[in-house]
Nanobody, 122 residues
Framework: QVQLVESGGGLVQPGGSLRLSCAAS????????MGWYRQAPGKQRELSAT???????NYGDSVKGRFTISRDNAKNTVYLQMNSLKPEDTAVYYC????????????????WGQGTQVTVSS
């Protein structure tokens, strides 16, 4: 069983910053990629950023240059530093772990966190 616990969401003014964290727990042997996706009301879930175990990153067009993803492989934790936030960044942000191999089960599986609300408003 794998759990992803997100933290760091909240209310921030336009132009402000927030840092999201997501820690994966369980009998984890390895995680291929970790990432952040977001879903605004009435919209489809979209990519914010992903990072592989080797440190390769990928960003959605709407956050490039403003968001930075990083990862601590030893802690199975991924971070999303969000700067220059805009009202359109308001969404529930979900953490995802791809290709998770457990110590007791090598078949890779993907897992989602419960989500954390980010609201950008004055």
């Amino acid at each position: 069983q794998v759990q992803l616990v997100e933290s760091g969401g909240g209310l921030v003014q336009p132009g402000g910053s927030l840092r999201l964290s997501c820690a994966a727990s369980g009998s984890i042997f390895s995680i291929n990629a970790m990432g952040w996706y977001r879903q605004a009301p009435g919209k489809q879930r979209e990519l914010s950023a992903t990072i592989t175990s080797g440190g390769s990153t990928n960003y959605g067009d709407s956050v490039k240059g403003r968001f930075t993803i990083s990862r601590d492989n030893a802690k199975n934790t991924v971070y999303l530093q969000m700067n220059s936030l805009k009202p359109e960044d308001t969404a529930v942000y979900y953490c995802k772990a791809d290709g998770v191999r457990l110590r007791t089960n090598w078949r890779p599986n993907d897992y989602w966190g419960q989500g954390t609300q980010v609201t950008v408003s004055s």
